[in-house]
């Protein structure tokens, strides 16, 4: 992309902030190029939409778990029924085994397509398909949920939950539901592991399987933890079936009374706070590596640094980027230097 064909950011706020989906698509594709010109806009736009209140109403879900178990088609029962109490919809779906040429199941979103024949303005779904990074989550989702968020009343991230991935999503949405199946060795090898700790609402899906899912459903519910991130939550397990479509609406009720108790608790700014500076902390040292972050005074230092800072983390994100690279320079500079010495120390020895 040509820099003159780089959008306005101050403009492009304003029509994401509207609804206007084709901004939404031109500010995703902002944030994908990394050219400088365009990391700058980038960043003024994410600040921009940080500072609008909108944010504040809004929700971020994390769905994940492992293949097959049903996210894709519980994501769109659950679509279904925002659409219907008129809440607009932002979805990121992140699933390698979406991925036609793995054979895998159908694109999330070409099966909205063919159950939804409508064209829906309410609803945008991009699919990052191909960012899975082994392991964990592509850092591009941590701003791309944020813009959309900007935009949407509900901003959905999929992911297929492989251990990393679910510590990363937990670390991006306002509320993580993981989605188990019937007598799955999956499950239980996930409430043995640490990850259990994770999930703040537990949605067992194909319930229409009889026995099995209430089997499941309450192994799960004797293993969920009482008392760890917030004392009160009581991390409810839910049967649902989201192809016979039942039980989407006790969970949507759920997920959102999670929202509210986060919110209540006056924890919603903290999380999020904690968020961002986590994603910045990542993002610099996938750049960096743990030396940048050291010329920058270390990762304790800077992580401490984030939280507390009242400046948009994107802004801040941009301006250590922007110390690393200075840093980087002169310690080039002073690496020739010193080398340029110690040749003419040794000539003259
Ligand atoms: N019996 C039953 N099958 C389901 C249900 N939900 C999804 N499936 C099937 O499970 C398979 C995997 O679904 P998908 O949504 O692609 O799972 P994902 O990999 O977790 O996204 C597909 O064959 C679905 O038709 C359900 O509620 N009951
Ligand atoms: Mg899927």
Known sequence: MRQADLPDPDQLALRIQRGERAAVAGGLNLLDNKLPD??????????????????????????????????????????????????????????????????????????????????????????LANRNQLGGVATEVWPMSWLMLACFDIVVIETVGVGQTEIDIAEVADTVCYVAQPASGDAIQYLKSGIIEIPDVFAVNKSDLGAPAQKTAAEIGRSAPRQDRHEEWDYPVCLVSAAMNTGIKPLLDHIKRHRSFVAEAGLLDKLRSRHHAAWVMRLLKEEFGTFGLELVGGMAAVSERLVQHQTPHFEEYEHLRQRVLSRFQSEKQFSKFTKKEHSDEQATV
């Open 38 to 127: 365009a990391r700058r806009r980038a960043a003024r736009l994410l600040a921009l939409l940080s500072a609008e209140r909108r944010l504040n109403n809004g929700h971020l879900i994390g769905v994940t778990g492992p293949p097959g178990t049903g996210k894709s088609t519980l994501v769109c029962a659950m679509i279904r029924e925002w659409r219907r109490v008129g809440k607009t919809v932002g979805v990121l779906a992140v699933d390698p085994s979406s991925r036609p040429e793995l054979g895998g199941g159908a694109l999330l979103g070409d099966r909205i397509r063919i159950k939804n024949v409508s064209y829906d303005e309410g609803l945008f779904i991009r699919s």
